[in-house]
Every structure is written in C-alpha cells, then in structure tokens.
C-alpha cells in the first residue's frame, strides 16, 4: 500500500478534469496507474485512492462485515461505491460524472493527502472547513494524548 504525503492545488477545466500534481504522481510511481473515486461518507469532498489500496481496503471490509446482515450490507456497498479512473496520456483525471456534484462548481481543488488516499476538496469548501473554529491541538490531545505508559 502507498504511503502518500502532501497537498496541492490543482484548476479544473469545464469538463471536471485536472492535471494530476507530479509530486504526488512521483509518490505512486509503483502503482498500475488505476486509482478509485468516491463520495466521503464524513465531508463534502471525494476520496481518491490508488487501484491496489482500496481493494485491501474493500478486502478488509468484507471480512469485518456480515453481508447477510442488512445494515452491514448497507454500509458495504456505501463504502465500495465508487468508480475506476486513470490518469490520461496528459496526466489529467477526469472526475465521474456521478462525483462531479462534488466538485461542480469548482474553479481549484485541493488535493490532501491522508496517508492512505487523497482527498478531492473545492477550494472555498477546504478553507471554509479548515477555518470553522477546529481546535487541532484540543482534538490531538483528546483523541492521541494518552499518559505514556510507565515502566
């Protein structure tokens, strides 16, 4: 799986395309070249994964996940509700027309990496979520700023 660090901002053209940055494209130099798009399921923006980590991802679900219970189920095929797009011979992407309402208004995406897939924001979206008043360092300590352990 690809570890993959940054953000950049990339314009948009009127047929929801944009050039992919070459310093993430470096970062996924081992890849097919396949990656999948999807809604995010916790903000306005989409999540694009490489090909082979959202089939580990996917592959992990499924052992977690009952299919004969229905709300596993639901949430299965929320979570793998997505399409396969490849970089053109430009480096452009091309954003499914079932995502675009995403992104549609969009003059400048902001690309943000998470680690383990990038995050697809509008512009003003990304900054109006970046600037609502997150206390980062409050949320790291809560959720990380456990005591370290005494030996």
């Given at each position: ?40 399921i916790y903000a306005e923006c989409l999540e694009l994964w490489t090909y ?29 509700d997505g399409n396969i797009v490849e970089l053109d011979s430009n480096d ?60």
């Amino acid at each position: 799986m690809a570890l993959i660090l940054g953000k950049e901002y990339c314009k948009v053209d009127s047929n929801g395309r944009f050039k992919f940055p070459i310093a993430l494209k470096r970062q996924l130099e081992s890849e097919d070249g396949r990656f999948v798009i999807r809604q995010s399921i916790y903000a306005e923006c989409l999540e694009l994964w490489t090909y082979a980590s959202f089939r580990e991802e996917v592959e992990k679900l499924q052992e977690r996940l009952n299919p004969y219970r229905r709300e596993d189920r639901d949430l299965l095929r929320k979570l793998t509700d997505g399409n396969i797009v490849e970089l053109d011979s430009n480096d452009r992407l091309l954003v499914p027309a079932e995502q675009k309402s995403v992104v549609a208004k969009a003059r400048e995406l902001v690309l943000q990496s998470t680690g383990k897939f990038i995050e697809l924001w509008d512009r003003s979206a990304y900054d109006k979520m970046n600037n609502t008043g997150n206390d980062f360092a409050a949320k790291a300590e809560q959720l990380l700023g456990q005591p370290a352990s005494e030996e």
